[in-house]
């Protein structure tokens, strides 16, 4: 079995901060080690990492891409292969993606259509929750038999009409269904069929830029969605988690119901922390970059973010990567801004922001890592297998040097999107080197890994029930 040994850096997971040698064996944690003890010193190894003055953390565990998705008569920009290159760039060895049961369609037929495209074309691993699109009786009994085998997430919207939409009593039937079957229901909690008459009305009185994408999706319109899915979430019985949280009021409805004691999980993302309407409110068509839904709010609800990320009220950073080039993608919506793909780059540079957060003491270093390691392993059934460094865990490994600057940009950036949402950005800390269950990745800023070596992930239930 190859044997590898990291010496000399700060292990830094969701509990700890330790100064310790780590030994890989095979593709998992063997041991850690106080630095310069006999046990660290006596381990023989085939491969050693200096990782002094560095720092050692679980691979970072992204919960919410959406690679290759069909949107609005496109698709997302990045594939399996080029976005999970991405995600390996910036630290992230394991995404939970999104696999979309079609209307009319079964799951499982949507289940298969991700796993080719996914299947061997991975360069770290890779889980799926599913979409539900189609509640019905069959897609109710399938749930169950996909929590079975290790699809135990499923996604919901109350936005989109007449594309992923689901009305409040088919949701309730899919939230019941998962408090007998262990599996977490995910929502997209806006109310979407008022958001349309707003649209429509914004694009009747010539309002057609991208601004007004965040001005017809209302604060009052995504914490009233939040509110009435916790609701039915509590009569179901069921676990909810919010994906993507936004706006101050909403992360109000989070806190309120996990107060109670309801098991209600929160989600938020890079762009609600760092980004806002002022961007969306570029000139020219410049704000199309930033179009995503939930939408970027006004700056003052980063500070309700971060508090939440700090109180717990929310759990998890994902970054709901959904990226669409502004050439030929964004520009579909000139002219009507409902017709720009909703969706943002992100994979590659969550672990930098959040640890930029770091420096700048919006988070500690161990709540980084739990943010952005081991709570969304927990929360999808992977933990300890990913999201942490203990004996048993895969070597999953992030060498990062807190010290280094470097200025985010799409010319140097590795996602297939033709900008970067954080252009010109300086952020302090960046990934050295990655291991993905014990095989170099990245190597010394250098890509060494390969399409393929990435493997399918099977789940456990929610770990926080
Ligand atoms: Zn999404």
Same mark, same amino acid.
């Given at each position: 079995m190859s044997r590898t040994v990291i010496h000399g850096g700060l292990v830094v997971t969701a509990s700890d901060e330790i100064h310790a040698d780590v030994l890989i064996e095979g593709g998992r944690i063997a041991a850690l080690a106080a630095h310069g003890t006999d046990a660290a010193t006596s381990w023989s190894a085939d491969r050693r990492i200096d990782a002094t003055g560095m720092y050692v953390l679980p691979g970072g565990v992204d919960a919410h891409t959406h690679m290759e998705m069909p949107f609005g008569g496109t +698709? %997302? #920009? *990045?594939t399996f292969e080029t976005g999970t290159r991405a995600a390996a760039w910036g630290g992230t060895t394991t995404i939970v993606d999104f696999a979309i049961q079609s209307m009319g369609r079964s799951l499982r037929e949507g289940l298969d259509t991700w796993h080719a495209k996914a299947d061997g074309r991975c360069a770290v691993d890779y889980g799926f929750h599913m979409i539900l699109s189609d509640v019905n009786e069959s897609s109710l009994k399938e749930m169950d038999r996909l929590v079975a085998e290790g699809v135990t997430s499923f996604k919901l919207f109350m936005a989109y009409p007449g594309v992923f939409y689901s009305d409040d009593g088919r949701i309730l039937r899919a939230m019941q269904r998962a408090s007998g079957n262990g599996g977490l229901v995910m929502m997209h909690a806006e109310n979407g069929i008022a958001i349309d008459v707003l649209v429509e009305q914004a694009l009747a009185e !010539?309002?057609? *830029?991208?601004r007004y994408h965040g001005d017809v999706r209302k604060v009052a319109l995504e914490a009233e969605a939040t509110h009435r899915a916790v609701q039915l979430a509590r009569v179901a019985g069921a676990p909810l988690y919010v994906v993507h949280v936004s706006a101050d009021e909403a992360v109000d409805e989070i806190a309120a119901a996990r107060h109670k004691g309801l098991p209600v999980f929160g989600e938020t993302c890079p762009q609600y922390l760092f980004l806002s309407t002022d961007n969306l409110a570029e000139?020219?068509? &410049?704000g199309a970059k930033y179009v995503c839904s939930t939408p970027l709010r006004p700056r003052e609800h980063q500070e309700v973010l971060w508090r939440g990320l700090r109180n717990n009220e929310l759990q998890v950073v994902s970054t709901d990567h959904c990226p669409f080039c502004f050439s030929g993608q964004k520009e $579909? !919506?000139? !002219? @009507?801004?409902?017709k720009i793909p909703n969706g943002m780059p992100g994979v590659e540079h969550r672990m930098d922001l959040l640890h930029q957060a770091v420096v700048d003491g919006h988070l500690s270093r161990r709540r980084w890592v739990e943010i952005a390691c081991a709570s969304p392993a927990r929360m999808f059934g992977l933990y300890p297998k990913k999201g942490t460094i203990a004996?048993? %865990? *895969?070597? @999953?490994?992030v060498i990062y040097d807190p010290g280094a600057e470097q200025t985010i940009s799409a010319e140097t950036?590795? $996602?297939?999107? *033709?900008?970067? #949402? +954080? &252009?010109g950005r300086r952020v302090t800390g960046q990934v050295r080197t990655v291991l993905s269950r014990g095989v170099p990745v990245i190597e010394d800023r250098a890509y060494v890994g390969h399409a393929g070596h990435g493997t399918y992930l099977p789940r456990g239930t929610c770990q926080y029930l």
């Open positions: +698709y %997302a #920009a *990045d !010539g309002r057609t *830029d991208p000139p020219g068509f &410049e $579909m !919506g000139r !002219g @009507d801004f409902s004996p048993g %865990a *895969d070597a @999953d490994v950036h590795h $996602m297939a999107v *033709d900008y970067s #949402a +954080y &252009e």
